[in-house]
């Protein structure tokens, strides 16, 4: 049987000589793969629609025992400069990668959709990528079940400042709790609120954020450290984005 689903591509792996096998991220029916016959040569009609970081609706045909065939394509959104500007192209791959190893293949979750849909969005609107990045590790950390403590300490609930950021306590910790963690991080209150701003706040609703060169350094060690101390995976894209990143 025919079905339309609404989707954004966050995978391709070369299938054959002239296939591909997507994987997109839907709206009905979470993460789901499905086989785009022929999507290689130039001239196919599922060429377009195959693309990475394609948002659109996909007839598929289903039914049978293997994944589903793609049939046909219509593209809302190509997100074209993504795949063109180097920098916006390792900043894209990276986040996509993550939100790719943090979800499970059908399940269903029309926030998650939003929210990679609205990344996008706004990376090829021009906002800045890396506070989009840091907002949407925040994000998918709360996904993968790591939610840290950015409200009072982590080990004594206390709201005295100054604080520290602690990974393996989970969060703050106040001047008492610090001896608790010698490897503790120290941060700005700045960087602190905007971590627990991040976990918060509506992406729909984002403005303009001014983050000044020491903060935003600060964002990426603490969300980097959280990512690698309680996430069991390695992302390709991210040494590709750490290299763009020193580029002059």
């Known amino acids: 049987m025919l079905a339309k689903w609404e989707g954004i591509v966050i995978r391709t792996v070369d299938y054959g000589e002239a296939g591909k096998v997507l994987t997109l991220f839907t709206r009905e029916h979470g993460k789901v793969g499905v086989m785009a016959r022929g999507a290689k040569k130039p001239r196919s009609r599922l060429a377009a629609v195959s693309q990475p970081f394609t948002y659109g609706y996909f007839l598929v045909k289903t039914g049978g025992f293997g994944m589903a065939d793609l049939t046909q394509g219509e593209i809302v959104e190509s997100f074209a400069d993504l ?121 729909e609703r984002l403005g303009e954020i001014d983050v000044k060169p020491a903060t935003r350094s600060q964002l990426k060690h603490v969300l980097r450290r959280f990512i690698d101390e309680h996430l069991d995976i390695r992302l390709k894209s991210r040494n590709f984005l750490d290299q763009m990143e020193k580029l002059p």
């Open 83 to 203: 795949r063109q500007d180097l920098l916006l192209t390792a900043y894209t791959a990276y986040i996509v990668e993550l939100f790719d190893r943090l979800t499970h293949e059908g399940e269903v979750n029309p926030f998650l959709f939003q929210l990679l849909l609205l990344t996008l969005r706004y990376l090829d609107e021009g906002r800045d990528a890396e506070v989009l990045c840091r907002i949407f590790e925040s994000k998918m950390l709360i996904v993968a079940g790591i939610k840290p403590q950015l409200h009072a300490c982590a080990d004594c609930g206390s709201t005295q400042e100054p604080f520290v950021i602690s990974v393996t306590h989970g969060g703050l910790l106040c001047p008492n709790c610090q001896v608790h963690d010698p490897y503790s991080i120290t941060v700005t209150p700045t960087t602190w609120k905007l971590l627990r701003l991040f976990q918060m706040f509506d992406l």
